[in-house]
């Protein structure tokens, strides 16, 4: 039969290959166990069987408590071994190189940090860990790449995250495996891994606008900066040296403005009020799409500390 | 026509004739035993229905472009298959058939508590029915059984409205059911019928109907807000009003992981009572399965996040959900290996029941060995949504909780019909269905390890010649479905006269005539010894 | 009095033992269903801390308070009436029954002006809903979840009223009496349950928002 082993492409799948065959084996020594015993009781006590049948006890306390507890305790076993690949999965390295994906009905949207935009492609680097953060357009899709072992839903409305870091050079293929709608099946993508060298020439060999760029243009578009610009006569917060900061909110809490809380202030701009501002911003729901909010994100995220001149207007750190 | 059963008249005196026979005195009975036969009519027809989007389903996938229907029509195909397998033949399937008819004969009462809420249960269900069948004619329903948002509220056309309705109307009938089944087994015991006699099958139809009242109404509320989002924008679920889809995927999963416990706790019922009979030995360790069963029930209401590894809830909510469901896989660890203790020193007959209850337990371990996969965090990011759960739950649903049916099905139709049917046949059958069912979701197994994703109507050539293999299994399964049909049917015409006890069988329900009477027993039972006790039996035989 | 006994149980106590489980299993369900919608609550509220003070500032606070009451002195009552059953003073039991159910009746309508007023301010999600403010897609979220548990209560509590008056009818026809009053007892677990249901609704929707 045509069953072939998924190439080993990124640096989970030898792990967990190896923690699936140990449970190959150990559930398929129990079931050889378990029928090996029923058909031979099957055999040996048949009707008409001279075998011995004189009354057992039906119930063995010290039986019972062994066949509760020795399955419990492999239990614990199989899922320690599970947690700690699965911390792993779930960790992505500091010096990861960030792509966004944006989910849509029936297409995968990838935007690279250098300005490069792909559609149902995804180029990753070799041997180099990648953090994908997704979001959707519209409806729950997952993305998910069996040579690499790793699967994620994309969320609407929030950031998911996914890391792996491709071992081998080739082409791989992404399926959307969340049901979403119609053309579901046809939700295909191709994962291509590049050697590092091979990877940076491809990001340069067609010019586009980085992100920033595209967030700053998008900032002045949309009328950002007629507020958030320190030199405007309207009181908003400052976004300069923003990024992963803490931000005190008027409710006495403190939230690091992250991609989340980032994407919630401009999506639902009254839902987490900055300490001393009051709610006025409206809500860019409808005027923006996701992947606008990603370039504004990243515009946000590249301008550095304020120009000392406009610092006095600055009140969230405070 | 004029057998020696219907002039010598066991049947006669029986429920099928006391209470008249015009189409009415069945409409309207209030006898447990006529309302477990109108569910039965019930659920077969609803069986075939969601059996034929299967097999067409099976039929798209032996070609990897699917050319024989449009995208469309494969995922309202599978959704149909799903609505109408989860909530219109699995859940009901057990409980409401052979629970109605046997829970007040087991325990020794003359019906079940409430007996017109049980015939509203019916009728509920009959309507809940009919909206899906609506929904059907009118075009059917794309969002797959699970209704996910907001797929389900903002962006699917076709008519979910009407497949909610069906669904939340049924799950009411499901609710009242459990209830009825709760105050008999806790109020209308004969006299004797302590806790510890009761049989194995009713305690398997009580930690069933906790779940029913207890999971039901959140599945009822749920549906209510995705109707009320759809039809009037309320944005509880929807990202794009303020909403989580998470939340419904909470809410949902809450409910419908305890709903496969509702599927399965019943199976395991029956299975305990066709195991003693057909070894004819006293169940090895009653007290652990009794427990076992209720600790399933118990422990099913915190394990619902499993199904949301992948779905963007936090790490750690990922891990508890882990360990918990690693420890609810302990019970039935314990209930698998408590019945092949029980074959030891036994008389195993291997009549037609005996074959579907030794079949259940291995397919039900191959399905609960592979949920372990799935219970594993790391290793269930690479297999969810793959093939690879189809074939875990299929295994469950169909090889656990399908195989249990039929045999109990067999076991009792001696009971309800007071007939027999052809043995050979039957044990024909139960073979085909176990290599049918094993040559169909064995290779989805091998599918989903290779990373086929679910719900897919096209798929890439690697995967062709195990759905082939798929497909082909399928049609061994429909023979095997069909055999039955056929041998009942003869059955009911011909059969031979069953006599109270044909299995020579311990239990309450074999004391009384076949078919029983109206109020089921002459003089009320007094119980004086615990279940099974096949070994007097045996020896005084 | 064995009348009252169905022909399927053995007696009396059996029967009623039956009656009030049932009841009992069917108070579990239902507080399984608002549970659902005050879990969703809870979520959301957790979401928009904000809409939801402001949605809360929103309702009749005073209108809320004396539904409370209301709702409250009638549960007290329909006690008084299952305790005349028992002293077998049909007509007082009958009287307290009625006077459980009119309590029933004003609370609808003082709930009933509750939505007039709403809709008078455009709080209605879908129907009327004119609110604009930056918080008024979270406030949304806030009304369609209130209308949707109130609307649920009033519900409950419409067909409280309906069984109360079916009961109330039996106890004047002297149908009970202190060997037999399930129904009686069965109708006050009812009521009961749409008691406490507004106990937690109350404050989670009336009085969160008005302390902030």
């Known amino acids: ?318 | ?541 | 009095m064995n009348a009252h006994l169905a022909e399927h149980f053995d007696d009396p106590p059996q029967q009623k033992e039956a009656a009030m489980l049932g009841m009992w299993a069917f108070i579990a369900t239902e507080v399984l269903f608002f549970g659902v919608l005050l879990a969703a609550y809870i979520v959301c509220r957790w979401r928009f801390p904000a809409g939801f003070a402001d949605g809360s500032r929103h309702t009749d606070l005073l209108l809320g308070s004396i539904e409370t009451a209301v709702l409250l002195a009638s549960g007290c009552i329909m006690a008084v009436g299952l305790r005349e059953i028992q002293l077998a003073k049909q007509r007082s039991a009958c009287l307290a029954i009625v006077i459980t159910a009119a309590l029933g009746v004003a609370f609808l309508v003082l709930h009933g002006m509750e939505y007039v007023d709403e809709y008078h301010e455009g709080l209605i999600p879908t129907v009327r809903y004119l609110q604009n403010g930056t918080d008024a897609d979270s406030m949304e979220v806030f009304f369609c979840l209130y209308y949707v548990i109130t609307g649920l209560h009033s519900l409950h509590v419409l067909i409280g009223v309906v069984l109360l008056l079916v009961i109330a009818e039996r106890t004047r026809r002297g149908h009970f009496s202190p060997h037999y009053y399930t129904p009686l007892e069965i109708a006050g677990l009812y009521w009961s349950l749409v008691d406490i249901v507004w106990i937690f609704v109350y404050p989670g929707i009336y009085l969160a928002g008005h302390s902030a």
């Open chain 2, 1 to 541: 026509m004029t057998d020696v059963f219907v002039r010598d008249s066991p049947l006669r005196r029986s429920y099928l004739w006391q209470g008249g026979h015009t189409l009415r005195s069945w409409l309207l009975s209030t006898d447990h035993k006529r309302i477990a036969l109108l569910y039965a009519a019930s659920i077969t027809l609803f069986f075939f229905l969601g059996a034929v989007a299967a097999a067409l389903m099976r039929l798209t996938l032996i070609d990897p472009q699917g050319r024989l229907m449009s995208a469309e029509t494969y995922n309202k195909t599978f959704t149909f298959h799903g609505v109408v397998m989860v909530w219109f033949f699995l859940i009901p399937s057990i409980p409401a058939t052979l629970g109605n008819f046997l829970v007040p004969l087991m325990v020794g009462a003359r019906d079940l508590a409430f007996p017109r809420l049980n015939l509203f249960s019916w009728y509920l269900y009959m309507v809940g029915g009919l909206f899906t069948i609506a929904c059907l004619l009118l075009g059917g329903v794309d969002t797959g059984w699970t209704f996910y948002t907001p797929f389900s509220t903002m962006f699917s056309d076709s008519h979910v409205i009407l497949a909610v309705v069906g669904v939340f109307v049924v799950g009411f009938s499901s609710i009242l059911t459990g209830l009825n089944f709760i105050v008999t087994i806790h109020t209308m015991r004969a006299p004797g019928m302590h806790w510890y006699r009761l049989p194995l099958f009713i305690w398997g139809i009580y930690a069933t109907s906790i779940v029913m009242m207890l999971a039901t109404p959140v599945l009822a509320m749920t549906l209510c807000l995705i109707g009320l989002e759809r039809l009037f924008g309320v944005g509880i679920f929807d990202p794009s009003l303020g909403g989580d889809p998470v939340l419904f995927q909470h809410f949902f999963w809450f409910y419908s992981h305890p709903a496969v416990y509702i599927m399965i706790l019943p199976a395991m019922g029956v299975v305990s009572e066709l195991i003693c009979c057909g070894a004819r030995r006293r169940i090895f360790g009653y007290r652990f399965m009794t427990w076992s069963l209720l600790g399933i029930a118990f422990i099913g209401f915190l394990v619902w996040g499993h199904h949301m590894f992948v779905a963007g809830q936090s790490m750690y909510a990922s891990m508890a959900f882990s360990i918990l469901s690693f420890i609810v896989a302990v019970p039935s660890a314990i209930k698998v290996f408590n019945w092949v203790s029980t074959l030891y020193r036994g008389t195993i007959d291997f009549h037609a029941p005996m074959l579907y209850a030794l079949g259940f337990i291995g397919l039900f371990m191959l399905g609960g060995l592979t949920g372990l996969f799935l219970a594993a965090v790391a290793l269930d990011v690479n297999l969810t949504d793959t093939y690879f759960v189809v074939a875990h739950f299929h295994y469950i649903m169909v090889g656990g909780s399908v195989m249990a049916y039929l045999g109990g099905i067999h076991f009792w139709w001696p009971k309800i019909t007071g007939r027999l049917y052809s043995e050979r046949m039957a044990q024909l059958a139960a073979v085909l269905m176990f290599i049918g069912f094993n040559l169909t979701f064995f290779p989805q197994y091998l599918l989903g390890y290779m990373g086929m994703p679910r719900r897919y109507h096209q798929y890439p050539p690697q995967f062709h010649a195990l759905n082939v293999l798929s497909s082909i299994g399928a049609v061994v399964l429909a023979i095997s479905y069909l055999m039955p049909l056929f041998y009942f049917a003869r059955s009911l015409r011909s059969g031979a006269s069953a006599g109270p006890n044909p299995w020579q069988a311990a239990g309450l329900e074999w004391m009384t005539s076949s078919p029983p009477p109206e109020h089921n027993f002459v003089e009320t039972p007094v119980v004086t010894e615990g279940p099974y006790a096949y070994h007097e039996h045996e020896e005084q035989a």
């Open chain 1, 1 to 318: 039969m045509s069953v072939v082993r998924l190439p080993q492409a990124s640096s989970f799948a030898p792990s967990i290959d190896h923690m699936f065959d140990a449970m190959v084996i150990l559930c398929g020594v129990v079931a050889i166990g378990v029928f090996a015993v029923m058909i031979g009781m099957c055999i040996v006590y048949r009707r008409g069987s001279k075998a011995d049948r004189s009354i057992p006890v039906a119930q063995q306390m010290g039986i019972e408590l062994a066949w509760t507890l020795i399955p419990f305790l492999l239990f614990v076993g199989i899922f320690a071994w599970s947690i700690r690949l699965w911390v792993h999965l779930r960790s992505p390295p500091a010096d990861s190189l960030t792509i966004y994906v944006v989910a849509k009905q029936w297409m995968w949207k990838v935007q690279h940090p250098d300005g490069r935009r792909e559609i149902d492609a995804l180029h990753v680097p070799l041997g180099k860990p990648v953090r994908l953060i997704m979001t959707s357009e519209d409806v729950v899709h997952s993305f998910y790449i069996p040579a690499f072992r790793i699967k994620q839903d994309v969320v609407p409305g929030r950031y998911t995250q996914l890391w792996f870091k491709a071992t081998q050079a080739g082409n791989f293929q992404l399926y959307c495996s969340e049901y979403c709608g119609t053309n579901h099946a046809a939700m295909l993508g191709t994962v291509s891994v590049l050697p590092a060298s091979d990877y940076a020439r491809w990001l340069v060999s067609v010019t586009a606008m980085t992100p920033e760029q595209r967030g700053r243009q998008l900032f002045v578009q949309m009328g950002c900066s007629g507020c958030h610009d320190p030199q405007s006569g309207i009181r908003a917060p400052d976004l300069h040296g923003l990024y992963n900061m803490p931000v005190h909110l008027n409710d006495g809490t403190v939230v690091q403005a992250d991609d989340a809380y980032l994407r919630e202030s401009i999506v639902f701009p009254a839902s987490k009020i900055v300490q001393g501002y009051t709610p006025i911003m409206p809500t860019y729901q409808h005027r923006v799409d996701e992947e606008g909010i990603l370039a504004l994100i990243a515009y946000i995220r590249s301008i550095g500390p304020a120009p000392p001149a406009a610092s006095q207007d600055r009140s969230s750190h405070d």
